[in-house]
C-alpha cells in the first residue's frame, strides 16, 4: 500500500524513499503538511494546528493542495471559477477521499453551487515518483467558467530556496538559471501555443546547488507537467513564510466554458523529491519516463543511428542524390536513412508546399519506391519529415481551403517562416491531415516521421466557436495535435515518431508520451550542444535526445576536429547529417570507426545511468559518464587549455567498488578498481583546442 489514510485527516503518499503528507483539517482544506525523506508513522501528522503567523489569516498561510482564487488568499492560486451568477471564488463545503492501493483522490465540494474538484494522486513506489492532476465537474446546470485550472499545487515550508527553469531560444535552448526567490514571485511559462525553446514547463527547487558545483548532493523538489500548450510555472516566496508552486495550462487568455454536466481534466505533474541533488533527480525522472511514459513499444530499445539529409541537401532534394547519399550512409553503418524537409509538392523553398503531403513527382517521378527500395536493399530502414500544424499560402490545402487557419477576421493573418498555422480545433482539419499522413505511411515503406512544427501561434481565433468561447482555442489546438498523432500511431504502431519544432521547442513529457524521440535544437554545434545536452539531461532521457554530427557547425562558424564533434554527438541518440557526397573517402572511413564504437556502446548510453562528473560551467572541462550493464562510457571535452596545464583527474561515479574494469587510455591498457576509479579517479592528459576522449570501462567477469 503506497497510499495511507489515518482518521479521515491525513493522506499519506508513501514511496520507496520519499513521503508525501497531506493533511485536510477542520477547515476542510487539504494542505500539504510535510514532503521529504520517508516517514513511516503518518499517525504523527495528526492533531497539529497549522501554525498561522500573527496576524495573518488562514487559508492564505496554508501550504494548500488547491488553493482557489478568492477568500482570504492572496498568494498565487491554482484555480479560479467564476459561476454563472458573477461569484468568483469556491468554499469547500464538504470533503472525502476515496483510496485505492496506489491511489488517493480528495473529493472537494462547493459549499453551495454544484461544482466538485476531484484532486487526483496516483504512487509510482519504486520510481519515487507521485503524479498529482485534478478533474473539475459542473454538476449543475448553469455553465460555469474556468479561468484558470492549473494542475497541482505545491508548498515547502522556510525561505532560501533556489529556482532552477531555462531561457533560451531558438538553437540555444536549455539555458539552466537557477534563482533565490527570496521575495516576491518567479513566473516561467509560454503563449507561444507550444512549449517553445525558453521556459520549460517543469519546476526544480533547491537550496543552493549550483555554487559550489555539487551534482549529487542536496535536497531538491521537482515536477514535469504532462502537457505540450500554454504553460505556467510559479514559484512565490509567500510572505507567510513558505514556498508556493503552482504549474498547469497557462491562464494568459485562457478561459473555458463548462456546461452543465460537463467536466475538464487538466494533465498531470510528475513530481518528487531527493537529498541526492540534481544527479539522482535525473536517475529517478529517467527512470520513470522510460517505464511509464514513452511510448512502449521502443522505451527500451536503443534507437537506431540515424542519417539526415538537411545539412547536406535542405530544400534540393533529388532522387538520384538522396541514393548516392542512401548508398555511403549504409557504408558507415546507417540504419535509418531521412529524407528531411523537400520532398513534397511544391516545396522547392520555405515559402510554399505545407500542407500538401504528396511526394514531388518532378522530384521523384517513380515516387518514393526506388529510394525505399535503395534504402531497403541496403538492410536500413526508412524515414519522412513532415510539418502536419503547418500550411504555407502557396499550397493547394490553402488555396481550396482559407478558412482552415485561425484569424481575425478584420486583420491581415501574421506570418511566421512563411505559413500559418492549422485549426486544428476542428475535426475536418484533423481528419484530412490523418487520411492524407496515413495514405502516406500506408502507401510507402516508411518507418520513421519527424515531425515538425515551426512557428509560434498567434491570432487564435476560429475553430467555428462563437467569439467568447475563443480563448479555449490554445487549449483545443493541443488537444486536436494530439489526437491526430494518438490517430497516426494507432494505425501505425511500428513508426517511430520524432518530436521536432525548429530544434527543441516541443520537450516536454505532454510530447514524450507521444513520440519516441527528441530533436533537442537545430544548433549542431559540438560545443554548445555540450551545454545543451547537460541542462537536457536534467528531466530528459539520453536515449531520447538526437545529437548529430554535420559539417557546417552553423551557429558559431567554429572549427572543431571530427573526433570531438563525433564524441559530443555520441553522448546522445546518434545521428549523421554531414553532405556524404562531398566528403572525402578518409573521412568517411574515420566516421565509420566511430559509428562502430558507438554501436558498441549505445546501450549504456541510451539506456544507462547518466553521471554528469563535471561541467565546463564551472570547470576546465566537461566529462559525462555512462553506467550500463558490465561498462562505463566516460566522455571527456576540453575546449580550450588553460595556463599550460594539461592534467585532469576524473573520479567516476555508479562503478561497482570491488569489480574491475579494463580500459584503453592513450594506447595503453590499464585495469583498475571500481573503488580506485571512484575514490582515486583517473589522470588524463587533454591539451590544445577541442580535445575530447571517449574511454570504455569493461567490468571484468561482469
Ligand atoms: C526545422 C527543423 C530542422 C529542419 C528544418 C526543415 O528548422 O528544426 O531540423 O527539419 O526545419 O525545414
Redesign the pocket.
Known amino acids: 500500500m503506497s497510499v495511507k489514510g489515518y482518521e479521515n485527516e491525513i493522506y499519506a503518499l508513501q514511496t520507496r524513499h520519499t513521503s508525501y503528507i497531506i493533511r485536510v483539517g477542520e477547515d476542510r482544506i487539504p494542505e500539504n503538511v510535510y514532503w521529504g525523506k520517508r516517514i513511516d508513522r503518518i499517525e504523527d501528522f495528526a492533531g497539529e494546528a497549522s501554525p498561522a503567523p500573527v496576524n495573518m489569516q488562514a487559508p492564505h498561510c496554508l501550504r494548500e493542495e488547491c488553493a482557489s482564487f478568492g477568500g482570504m488568499r492572496f498568494k498565487e492560486s491554482s484555480m479560479k471559477v467564476c459561476f454563472a451568477d458573477g461569484v468568483r471564488d469556491f468554499r469547500v463545503g464538504r470533503v472525502y477521499a476515496e483510496t485505492e492501493e496506489n491511489r488517493l483522490e480528495l473529493v472537494l465540494e462547493d459549499e453551495c453551487y454544484p461544482f466538485r474538484v476531484r484532486l487526483c494522486y496516483e504512487v509510482f513506489e519504486e520510481e519515487d515518483v507521485i503524479k498529482k492532476w485534478r478533474i473539475v465537474e459542473n454538476t449543475g446546470e448553469a455553465p460555469v467558467v474556468l479561468e484558470r485550472i492549473f494542475s497541482a499545487q505545491f508548498g515547502l515550508p522556510g525561505t532560501g530556496y533556489e529556482s532552477l527553469n531555462y531561457n533560451g531560444r531558438w538553437g540555444m535552448e536549455f539555458q539552466a538559471v537557477s534563482e533565490k526567490i527570496t521575495s516576491g514571485k518567479k513566473v516561467y511559462e509560454s503563449f507561444h501555443g507550444l512549449t517553445a525553446h525558453g521556459n520549460n514547463p517543469v519546476f526544480i527547487v533547491h537550496k543552493g546547488l549550483e555554487e559550489p558545483f555539487r551534482e549529487n548532493q542536496g535536497e531538491v523538489w521537482f515536477g514535469s507537467l504532462e502537457y505540450s500548450g500554454n504553460f505556467k510555472t510559479i514559484v512565490e516566496a509567500v510572505d507567510a513564510g513558505f514556498l508556493n508552486i503552482v504549474i498547469g495550462i497557462n491562464d494568459t487568455d485562457f478561459a473555458w466554458t463548462l456546461k452543465g454536466g460537463e467536466s475538464f481534466e487538466a494533465p498531470a505533474v510528475y513530481a518528487g523529491y531527493t537529498d541526492g541533488g540534481l544527479e539522482d533527480m535525473s536517475h529517478r525522472m529517467h527512470r520513470f519516463c522510460r517505464r511509464h511514459l514513452m511510448p512502449s513499444g521502443l522505451a527500451d530499445k536503443p534507437l537506431p543511428v540515424l542519417y539526415?539529409s538537411?545539412y547536406s541537401t535542405?530544400?534540393d532534394v533529388k532522387c538520384e542524390e538522396q541514393i548516392a547519399l542512401v548508398e555511403k550512409a549504409a557504408r558507415l553503418g546507417v540504419e535509418l536513412f531521412v529524407v528531411?524537409?523537400?520532398w513534397f509538392v511544391g516545396r522547392e523553398h520555405?515559402r510554399a508546399g505545407l500542407g500538401d503531403w504528396y511526394v514531388d513527382r518532378k522530384k521523384f517521378p517513380q515516387g518514393l519506391k526506388p529510394l525505399t527500395e535503395a534504402v531497403r536493399g541496403l538492410g536500413m530502414r526508412f524515414g519522412l519529415?513532415i510539418?502536419p500544424e503547418m500550411v504555407n499560402p502557396e499550397s493547394r490545402l490553402y488555396r481550396l481551403h482559407p478558412d482552415w487557419i485561425y484569424r481575425y477576421q478584420t486583420r491581415e493573418v501574421l506570418m511566421g517562416r512563411n505559413q500559418y498555422i492549422l485549426d486544428m480545433s476542428r475535426q475536418e482539419v484533423r481528419e484530412y491531415l490523418a487520411e492524407c499522413l496515413d495514405t502516406l505511411l500506408s502507401e510507402n515503406d516508411i518507418s520513421y516521421i519527424?515531425w515538425?512544427m515551426?512557428r509560434y501561434a498567434s491570432e487564435m481565433a476560429g475553430g467555428g466557436l462563437p467569439a467568447q468561447e475563443w480563448k479555449s482555442l490554445w487549449h483545443r489546438h493541443s488537444l486536436g495535435v494530439q489526437w491526430l498523432i494518438n490517430t497516426l500511431r494507432e494505425k501505425h504502431p511500428k513508426v517511430e515518431f520524432e518530436a521536432?519544432?525548429?530544434?527543441g521547442g516541443r520537450v516536454d513529457y505532454g510530447a514524450m508520451r507521444r513520440f519516441d524521440e527528441y530533436?533537442p535544437s537545430?544548433n549542431t554545434d559540438p560545443l554548445d550542444r555540450l551545454f545543451i545536452q547537460e541542462n537536457y539531461s536534467h528531466l530528459y532521457p539520453v536515449r531520447y535526445m538526437r545529437a548529430w554530427l554535420t559539417d557546417d557547425f552553423g551557429m558559431d562558424g567554429r572549427k572543431i576536429p571530427l573526433s570531438f564533434a563525433m564524441h559530443s554527438a555520441m553522448c546522445g541518440s546518434l545521428g549523421i547529417g554531414t553532405d556524404l557526397n562531398r566528403t572525402s573517402e578518409e573521412k568517411r572511413e574515420e566516421i565509420k570507426g566511430y559509428v562502430e564504437t558507438y554501436k558498441h556502446i549505445r546501450n549504456t548510453v541510451q539506456l544507462g545511468e547518466l553521471y554528469r562528473l563535471r561541467s565546463l560551467k564551472n570547470s576546465d572541462i566537461q566529462c559525462v559518464q555512462y553506467v550500463g550493464d558490465g561498462q562505463s562510457a566516460v566522455f571527456v571535452f576540453l575546449d580550450h587549455e588553460r595556463y599550460g596545464d594539461p592534467l585532469q583527474r576524473i573520479t567516476l561515479r555508479g562503478l561497482k567498488e570491488e569489480s574491475l574494469y579494463r580500459f584503453v587510455l592513450d594506447d595503453r591498457e590499464i585495469v583498475k578498481s571500481g573503488a580506485y576509479l571512484m575514490q582515486a579517479g583517473i589522470g588524463l592528459r587533454l591539451c590544445g583546442d577541442y580535445d575530447s576522449r571517449l574511454l570504455i570501462l569493461e567490468e571484468i567477469n561482469a
Open positions: 539526415n538537411w535542405t530544400f528531411d524537409d523537400g520555405d519529415w510539418e519527424k515538425d515551426n521536432c519544432a525548429a530544434g530533436w537545430d
